[in-house]
């Protein structure tokens, strides 16, 4: 059965400090592996990985994916407290009809 | 560009009775997947429509049905609600079948007592 585990599952960090959130992951035929940021409701996308060492960033935000060892790493620097939030992954298998999420990290930047 | 949007925004229910929830997808997205997020978990996939027909599952029972209509929106339809339905309802629609980005609607915050 597929499976994504993330680590940790919460974290409080002061603002200006650098997080690393990761993902391990367990995808039958995987595709893709997606980051999404849960404020209240919508999981609103952050990056969709599919080719292993090449980072992908948004400003603050950068991932990378690990194809050989079945992780990914989301990266935020300088945090600030509009980062507070919970940060899911997903796994995306050959069909990418499902995505498979882990349960997420809760992340709280104190001001 | 209008995004998802799915109605309504909470619902309280009991034990036994049946609920409908609703999605639009976002605009230009022919493709509509529903996803059950209970308190302290991840989204659990529920199933995905595209075309009016299921185009896949996930480990959920018969009870928990959908449908697609032609202007790409969705219902989700649960019958004899149980207390562990309560949860999140998420759907997420994506541009094409088979696209691996999936963008999510607000959710139906569902109670049953």
């Known amino acids: 059965e597929d499976k994504v585990v993330q680590s940790p599952l919460s974290l409080v960090v002061h603002e200006g400090d650098t997080v690393t959130l990761n993902c391990s992951y367990e995808?039958?035929?995987?595709?893709?592996l997606l980051w999404y940021k849960q404020e209240k409701k919508a999981p609103t996308f952050l990056f969709m990985l599919t080719s292993s060492g090449i980072e992908k960033k948004s400003g603050r935000l950068s991932s990378i994916l690990d194809k050989k060892e079945l992780f990914s790493i989301l990266n935020i620097t300088a945090t600030q407290t509009g980062d507070s939030a919970i940060y899911l992954c997903?796994?995306?298998?050959?069909?990418?009809?499902?995505?498979?999420f882990g349960a997420g990290t809760i992340l709280r930047v104190k001001s | 560009e209008t995004g998802v949007t799915q109605s309504p925004t909470h619902l309280i229910k009991t034990r036994g009775q049946q609920v409908t929830l609703r999605c639009s997808s976002q605009?230009?997205?022919?493709?509509v997947s529903w996803y059950q997020q209970a308190l302290g978990q991840g989204p659990q996939f529920i199933f995905q429509y595209y075309r009016e027909e299921e185009n896949g599952r996930g480990n959920f029972p018969p009870r928990f049905s959908g449908l697609q209509f032609p202007n790409y929106s969705s219902e989700l339809n649960v019958n004899a609600l149980e207390l562990d339905d309560s949860a999140l309802y998420l759907c997420?629609?994506?541009?094409?079948?088979?696209?691996?980005?999936?963008?999510f609607g607000p959710g139906t915050r569902l109670t049953v007592l």
């Open positions: 995808v039958t035929n995987f595709r893709s």
């Open positions: 997420a629609s994506s541009l094409y079948v088979g696209a691996d980005t999936q963008y």
């Open positions: 997903a796994g995306v298998g050959e069909y990418g009809n499902k995505l498979v």
């Open positions: 605009s230009g997205h022919n493709t």
